[in-house]
């Protein structure tokens, strides 16, 4: 501190080197914890009460690299987790699969526990809260890095970047829930929708056996609205509910979806593999990278056109139908007259709203170049 104040005199009059210092030492610190502090926005309080939530009830975050998009779910007054808003991801680096060793870029996969410990309001970028990575999993596969962060500011080497403005609410609603006594919040950090189709589709990729264990802790989730609890079976992650009836359920479900991967891909679902050239980040956000100073320095824009591109790997095969279903159409055909073609109907918001990840940010959903591009428009 001694050479730093010699450093400044030749800089600083010397009747200002004391504020200065003040400034540097105590306004700085005062900024970083008030920023922590914000608190959450009116609108999602709103949405809370209509899906009647407690803003001290308990939260649980997902993420989907693939679909860049991060979800928040909070636990509802009758005790399920429903989901409360989802967010663009702005960043995230690597490829598709686990984090694997220090400085390869991978942002990381698997479930982690958040405690509040590792929430930041000081962090270099913005607001930020650590993932906890490297876990037991990870440990027991041999993986090493460290600081592997959810945070604002759109650059990314292997962590999750979202938006200030996102990052904000993001950080208050971790921050609300673990004040009300929830002693860690849990994320799960997925390659993509784990749907059968998505399964079905990767099943050549070398992660696949990881992936298929990702898929039962989500399928616990997804059938149970409970938050697994999380162990390690040997170097395997194992899942388990509160309750024998809970397992039950969750096992009936994740085997349900794993006969429907066998069924499609006996019916010859083309198998592939997604690759990036260093990650990728939500289509709102590459439409508004063109001129929005918000986003501030994204990290390698140039890789962002080479993201998501599918390989495949095996080929559809087309099934073959029985000779008779032929003759059974033509028959048809002729019993029944043709019917009038309908008019054509002009697009409508709803219409382009199937299967379209909503959008939540207050922010985006104001410009309306972006409230189509979330309905697919």
Same mark, same amino acid.
């Given at each position: ?285 590459? &439409? @508004? $990278? =063109? ?9 390698? *824009? #140039? +890789?962002?056109?080479? !993201? ?14 029985? &000779? @008779? $279903? =032929? ?9 029944? *007259? #043709? +019917?009038?073609?309908? !008019? ?34």
């Amino acid at each position: 501190m001694r050479g730093m104040a010699r450093r400044c005199k030749a800089l600083v009059p010397g009747g200002m080197l004391g504020a200065l210092f003040y400034a540097v030492l105590f306004t700085v610190p005062v900024l970083a914890v008030e920023k922590g502090k914000a608190p959450v926005p009116a609108g999602t309080l709103a949405l809370m009460e209509q899906r009647n939530m407690e803003l001290s009830a308990p939260i649980l975050i997902r993420s989907f690299k693939k679909e860049s998009v991060l979800e928040v779910w909070k636990q509802t007054r009758e005790g399920r987790f429903a989901l409360l808003k989802s967010f663009p991801i702005c960043r995230w680096s690597g490829q598709l699969g686990p984090k694997r060793r220090q400085g390869d870029r991978q942002s990381p996969e698997g479930f982690y526990s958040i405690t509040p410990r590792q929430m930041n309001p000081y962090s270099a970028y913005h607001l930020s809260f650590d993932t906890g990575y490297p876990n037991a999993y990870d440990r027991a596969h041999g993986a090493s890095g460290s600081a592997l962060m959810v945070h604002g500011i759109c650059s990314s080497a292997g962590c999750y970047a979202m938006t200030n403005r996102q990052i904000s609410e993001i950080f208050a609603l971790a921050r609300d829930a673990l004040a009300a006594g929830q002693g860690a919040f849990q994320m799960q950090a997925f390659p993509f929708r784990m749907s059968a189709e998505n399964m079905a589709k990767h099943r050549a990729d070398p992660n696949i056996d990881f992936w298929r264990q990702l898929k039962e802790g989500h399928d616990h989730f997804e059938a149970t609205a409970q938050e697994p609890r999380v162990t390690l079976a040997g170097d395997r992650y194992g899942f388990h509910g509160r309750t024998p009836e809970l397992d039950q359920i969750a096992r009936d479900h994740h085997a349900q979806e794993e006969a429907r991967v066998a069924m499609l891909t006996k019916s010859g679902a083309a198998a592939i593999r997604t690759t990036y050239v260093d990650g990728g980040q939500h289509a709102i956000f590459m &439409a @508004m $990278a =063109k001129g929005d100073p918000e986003l501030g320095d994204v990290s390698r *824009p #140039e +890789a962002l056109g080479y !993201a998501g591109r599918e390989v495949i790997l095996t080929p559809a095969r087309v099934v073959p139908k029985p &000779a @008779m $279903a =032929k003759a059974a159409v033509v028959n048809l055909a002729a019993a029944v *007259p #043709e +019917a009038p073609a309908p !008019a054509p109907q002009p697009l409508s918001a709803l219409s382009l709203m199937s299967g379209a990840v909503p959008i939540l940010d207050d922010r985006l959903a104001k410009r309306p170049w972006i409230r189509l591009a979330q309905f697919g428009g």
